[in-house]
């Protein structure tokens, strides 16, 4: 074949491939959103969702029928659902809060800004934390005592603690939220190693991998169920910590909401926040459960 002849066919050889290329790249969007209608569909097609209207719809029932129409002892002060969702969707609030507030949404904001901030410094510093108290021995027998006897301690006694060794109050808020998250995040993450199995190490260590290798191919994918499982536990207990730090010490947030409202006698504001910190927290989880089933794909799951 002509040299000239050899180019043109590379030469066209390789603008089918790009054009190829183009045409995969302008149908990925069409593809994830089919996946999507896919994955709705199935999911529509399990008792999962239906078992779960089921439930939301029998609890806000309940809560009506204990709170306006029975009015039952422990009930009777309790504002009822019909009392709450006035509030909370009315575009002119009684007590000044509702979905149509800025107010509102200004809470909503700083206790997931708080929340977040105590979220990352607890995973970053737990996780290796971690890692290292189950990798080593030596460590561990270090650090393990002093870790066991600061968990105990509830996060409403380091209150006036972080209030004394931070001047601002965002920074002593913070710092009780990250305490909560870091000790659920540290203590999950040393379980996952010492849930793997030592033949795995012996394995390793006979095939001639280093200390390095060991640590990022055994230690680090064992691990990883127990370290997002911990995660899980610590994003709710870092909503459950930043609450009560907002309470005492904060001047914006859902916790410190939870209080005024409790001191003003506001009490369908008192709800909403609740409910408000309960559909963040839940969300919050399904992001944390999202991200470790993208990354641990390589887990077999079994379905009933």
Same mark, same amino acid.
């Given at each position: 074949?002509?040299p000239?002849?050899?180019?043109?066919?590379?030469?066209?050889?390789?603008?089918?491939?790009?054009?190829?290329?183009?045409s995969?790249?302008e149908e990925?969007?069409?593809?994830?959103?089919?996946m999507? &209608? %896919?994955? +709705?569909?199935? *999911?529509l097609?399990?008792?999962?969702?239906?078992? /779960?209207?089921?439930?939301? =719809?029998g609890? #806000?029932l309940?809560?009506?029928?204990?709170?306006?129409v029975?009015?039952?002892?422990?009930?009777?002060?309790?504002?009822?659902?019909?009392?709450?969702?006035?509030?909370?969707?009315?575009?002119?609030p009684?007590?000044?809060?509702?979905?149509?507030?800025?107010?509102?949404?200004m809470?909503?904001?700083k206790?997931?800004?708080?929340v977040?901030?105590?979220?990352?410094?607890?995973?970053?510093?737990?996780?290796?934390l971690?890692?290292?108290?189950?990798?080593?021995?030596?460590?561990?027998?270090y650090?393990?005592?002093?870790?066991?006897?600061l968990?105990?301690i509830?996060? &409403? %006694?380091? +209150?006036?603690? *972080?209030?004394?060794?931070f001047?601002?109050?965002? /920074?002593?808020?913070?710092? =009780?939220?990250? #305490?909560?998250?870091?000790?659920?995040?540290?203590?999950?993450?040393?379980?996952?190693?010492?849930?793997?199995?030592?033949?795995?190490?012996?394995?390793?260590?006979?095939?001639?991998?280093s200390?390095?290798?060991?640590?990022?191919?055994?230690?680090?994918?064992?691990?990883?169920?127990?370290?997002?499982?911990?995660?899980q536990?610590?994003?709710?207990?870092?909503?459950?910590?930043?609450?009560?730090?907002?309470?005492?010490?904060?001047?914006?947030?859902?916790?410190?909401l939870?209080?005024?409202?409790?001191?003003?006698?506001?009490?369908?504001?008192?709800?909403?926040?609740m409910?408000?910190?309960?559909?963040?927290?839940?969300?919050?989880?399904?992001l944390?459960?999202?991200?470790?089933?993208?990354?641990?794909?390589?887990?077999?799951?079994?379905?009933?």
């Amino acid at each position: 074949m002509r040299p000239e002849l050899n180019e043109s066919v590379e030469a066209q050889s390789l603008a089918e491939q790009g054009m190829q290329a183009a045409s995969n790249v302008e149908e990925m969007p069409s593809l994830s959103w089919e996946m999507l &209608l %896919s994955r +709705v569909k199935h *999911a529509l097609g399990t008792s999962a969702p239906y078992l /779960a209207l089921i439930g939301l =719809v029998g609890s #806000l029932l309940v809560w009506w029928l204990l709170s306006e129409v029975i009015k039952a002892p422990l009930w009777e002060k309790v504002p009822g659902p019909v009392a709450v969702a006035s509030e909370w969707f009315s575009r002119h609030p009684t007590f000044g809060m509702s979905i149509f507030t800025a107010d509102y949404y200004m809470h909503i904001w700083k206790s997931c800004w708080r929340v977040l901030q105590a979220f990352t410094l607890a995973t970053v510093l737990g996780v290796p934390l971690g890692l290292f108290m189950g990798w080593s021995k030596v460590f561990k027998d270090y650090s393990f005592p002093v870790f066991e006897t600061l968990r105990p301690i509830p996060m &409403l %006694s380091w +209150v006036p603690l *972080a209030i004394l060794m931070f001047p601002g109050r965002e /920074a002593s808020v913070i710092y =009780v939220t990250f #305490l909560g998250a870091f000790f659920a995040t540290t203590l999950n993450t040393l379980l996952g190693v010492e849930s793997i199995d030592e033949v795995y190490f012996r394995a390793a260590r006979c095939l001639g991998s280093s200390q390095r290798q060991i640590f990022f191919r055994i230690i680090l994918p064992g691990a990883l169920p127990f370290i997002f499982t911990g995660l899980q536990i610590s994003i709710g207990y870092s909503w459950f910590c930043l609450v009560a730090g907002e309470m005492i010490a904060g001047e914006f947030g859902l916790g410190y909401l939870i209080w005024n409202a409790y001191m003003t006698v506001e009490y369908p504001v008192l709800v909403i926040a609740m409910i408000t910190l309960g559909f963040l927290g839940w969300f919050s989880s399904a992001l944390v459960r999202l991200a470790g089933r993208r990354l641990m794909q390589w887990q077999v799951r079994e379905i009933a």
